[in-house]
């Protein structure tokens, strides 16, 4: 069981806008600006689209924004496109034993 | 182009080891603390362990620790895992990454390791 709670899954129709949650605790969202969100389409390795909560690596798209209160991070993507189709993790530095942590991840469907 | 690119998984034997390799080009390894993560086909991302900059300072997810033992060469640029005791627990894809500050980023493309009789 991961230390990070998402939702198994997300789903949307091309255009809209949804968001993922990530849910943690305060040793580490609530503790860190250092949450970050992968990306992994199948058969893929995982790919950086945002990191210290709200920022994004050169080359993302910005339909991808996060955000975070408290002990829960969000990952917002707008304007859905059928390639956003894929597994989406949060994770988050920690103070506990395990210096990283990775959320069980979120599976997102364009419909 | 930075670039990770892992080999040394496949089919071994349960009680057996393995040592995977990850191969760093456009930058040195030696830089940046250097992280393999795991992940069960179909399953989650789990981390696994962590190597420091400067190589000083290794840390192990608890399910391995005393079994793996992560390292580097420096002069040939390239991360080592290598895994001892493996465990049907230990099937999985790994993956070697690159950590800068808090993000991991970029990830290699995966090597499997299948533990079976």
């Known amino acids: 069981q991961s230390a990070l709670t998402q939702p198994a899954s997300v789903s949307g129709s091309p255009g809209q806008s949804i968001a993922i949650s990530c849910t943690g605790t305060?040793?580490?969202?609530?503790?860190?600006?250092?949450v970050s969100w992968y990306q992994q389409r199948p058969g893929r390795a995982p790919k950086l689209m945002i990191f210290d909560v709200s920022n994004r690596p050169s080359g993302v798209s910005n339909r991808f924004s996060g955000s975070k209160s408290g002990n829960t991070a969000s990952l917002t993507i707008s304007g859905l496109q059928a390639e956003d189709e894929a597994d989406y993790y949060c994770?988050?530095?920690?103070?506990?034993?395990?210096?990283?942590?990775f959320g069980g991840g979120t599976k997102l469907t364009v419909l | 182009e930075v670039q990770l690119v892992e080999s040394g998984g496949g089919l071994v034997q349960p009680g057996g080891s393995l040592r995977l390799s990850c191969t760093a080009s456009g930058f040195s390894l030696s830089d940046y603390w250097m992280h393999w993560v795991r992940q069960v086909p179909g399953k989650g991302l789990v981390w696994v362990s962590r190597?420091?900059?400067?190589?000083?300072?290794?840390t192990y997810a608890e399910s391995v620790k005393g079994r793996f033992t992560i390292s580097r060469d420096n002069a040939k640029n390239t991360l080592y895992l290598q895994m001892n005791s493996l465990g049907a627990e230990d099937a999985a894809v790994y993956f070697c990454?690159?950590?800068?500050?808090?993000?991991?980023?970029?990830w290699g493309q995966g090597t499997l390791v299948t533990v079976s009789a």
């Open positions: 305060s040793s580490d969202i609530g503790a860190y600006n250092y």
């Open positions: 190597l420091s900059s400067d190589g000083s300072t290794t």
């Open positions: 994770t988050s530095y920690t103070t506990t034993s395990t210096p990283w942590e």
């Open positions: 990454v690159r950590a800068k500050s808090y993000q991991l980023d970029p």
